[in-house]
């Protein structure tokens, strides 16, 4: 095209200014997409604080407006975008496990670039079409919230398969994600209890369904005593948090899964009585895998009115940086979209 836009420039020390960019031509195998809406991560926070040379956003979606050579998708797809720019043919991805490829050759909106700009190029693996009457803000729900709450929820059923009772420490998006993606994919009867200090997230988790538990004032294991339980089948932390990783694994009944999503700080385990005595597990979960988002699709539009309460805050990309500073700093939000 050889025109050029304005984007999103990071500059640090949470300032976002404005340069001009080319627009980009797809290549052979390549979508250009016009960006509908991009929805803000806390794993943004380095980029926000350190500044970017490529522009930030991971949870696009958008539409095609131009195809490269040997694409299936024509030009007025719409579809969301893959963060990590899988291989399609290391032993992970064939196995499915494209949040493992051993090729990887980028991750969008980290050194590549990604959502904040009107025109995004990408791989046409990492596109997945979505129907044309998903509204496209709501459509990034198949991301980090469903996508990376679905995966941690299916990392803990691969070693307990009759969890009847989740624990989750965080309700931020990602905590939000996981505690609505237990409901779905375990049954809406299952409790999901949820912890955080801030009451705009109880609330808001409340909403959906979950058990909040107040850690301002009580423990963990309080708490859960207060709903008249001792312990849970499967926690999930999404804080990063030693102690809280700490809290939920002892927190844990015999036989019970302790999933690490929220990356940050260490966790120390007493190997007998945490894991051989108890044969409790304790696994990471990383983003999710391409091949879930087609499930999660059918999940969204069958819970739609459910899933779309976590998006509480929609701002122009003119308003990018007041919206990091509710997002970062205010705590009274769930999943804030950015939309063009
Ligand atoms: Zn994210
Ligand atoms: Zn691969």
Redesign the pocket.
């Known amino acids: 095209m050889g025109r050029a836009v304005n984007v999103p420039k990071f500059e640090g020390n949470e300032r976002i200014g404005w340069i001009e960019r080319e627009i980009p031509e797809p290549g052979v195998g390549q979508l250009l997409l016009e960006v509908k809406a991009n ?6 926070r380095a980029q926000f604080y350190h500044g970017s040379d490529v522009t930030p956003g ?2 696009a979606s958008g539409v095609v407006v131009q195809a490269g050579a040997g694409t299936v998708h024509p030009v007025g797809t719409p579809g969301v975008v893959f ?1 990590m720019d899988f291989c399609g043919k290391c032993r992970n991805c064939l196995r499915g496990a494209t949040n493992q490829c051993l090729n990887k050759r980028a991750d969008m909106g980290f050194n590549r670039d990604g959502g904040y700009g009107k025109y995004m190029l990408v791989n046409e693996n990492i596109f997945f079409p979505i129907p044309d009457n998903l509204p496209l803000t709501e459509a990034t729900l198949l ?2 919230v469903m996508g ?1 709450g679905g995966h941690a929820i299916k990392r803990a059923e691969l070693v307990h398969a009759d969890i009847q009772s989740v624990l989750v420490s965080g309700a931020g ?2 905590g939000l994600g996981v505690l609505a993606m237990a409901k779905i994919l375990l049954g809406s009867a299952i409790p999901v209890f949820i912890t955080d200090m801030i009451p705009y997230r109880l609330d808001l988790a409340k909403r959906l369904g979950g058990l909040p538990i107040q850690l301002k004032d009580r423990t963990l294991q309080e708490g859960l005593h207060a709903y008249g339980v001792d312990g849970v089948d499967a926690a999930i932390d999404t804080t990063g948090k030693t102690m809280a990783r700490k809290a939920n694994l002892d927190a844990l009944h015999q036989r019970g899964v302790l999933i690490c999503v929220g990356h940050g700080e260490r966790l120390e385990l007493e190997v007998s009585s945490d894991l051989i005595a108890t044969e409790r597990a304790v696994l990471g979960s990383e ?1 999710f895998c391409y091949n879930e988002i087609a499930t999660n699709l059918v999940h969204l539009q069958g819970n739609f009115d459910y899933l779309t309460q976590i998006i509480t805050h929609r701002f122009g990309v003119e308003h990018l940086e007041e919206a990091y500073q509710l997002f970062l700093h205010d705590g009274r939000s769930g999943k804030v979209v950015i939309e063009q």
């Not at 929805?39 to 943004?44: F, M, R």
């Open positions: 929805a803000l991560c806390g794993s943004d991971h949870e963060l991301l980090d990376t998006p990602i983003y």
